[in-house]
Nanobody, 123 residues
Framework: VQLQASGGGLVQAGGSLRLSCAAS????????MGWYRQAPGKQRELVAA???????NYADSVKGRFTISRDNAKNTVYLAMNSLKPEDTAVYYC??????????????????WGPGTLVTVSS
């Protein structure tokens, strides 16, 4: 199983970006999927995610500006980021809790991370 993210880049404050993260491989189920970010010198933090119940969680700092969505058929989650601020600058990581399968056996849920995509917001 792999997570592949795309969509990062450089944008001016007030601008928008859309991140995508696709899970691929022998996937039985995806129970949680979302985005974290890590700014220089700071700990990794949750940005937005779908919970196992199908609800969404957002960091207070992005509520009203970021929207998470997903395409279950494509095992893909998106993050639409609007009204970007310089403090949104960070490496954004896709995260998913996935049950995989091999040779007819379903494996326990595992926490997968994508390689990260850099978002830079200039003032």
């Amino acid at each position: 199983v792999q997570l592949q993210a795309s969509g990062g880049g450089l944008v001016q404050a007030g601008g928008s970006l859309r991140l995508s993260c696709a899970a691929s491989g022998s996937i039985f189920s995806i129970n949680v999927m979302g985005w974290y970010r890590q700014a220089p010198g700071k700990q990794r933090e949750l940005v937005a995610a779908f919970t196992s119940a199908g609800t969404t969680n957002y960091a207070d700092s992005v509520k009203g500006r970021f929207t998470i969505s997903r395409d279950n058929a494509k095992n893909t989650v998106y993050l639409a980021m609007n009204s970007l601020k310089p403090e949104d600058t960070a490496v954004y990581y896709c995260n998913a809790h996935i049950q995989s399968f091999t040779d007819g056996s379903i494996h326990p849920e595992y926490d997968y991370w994508g390689p990260g995509t850099l978002v830079t917001v200039s003032s």
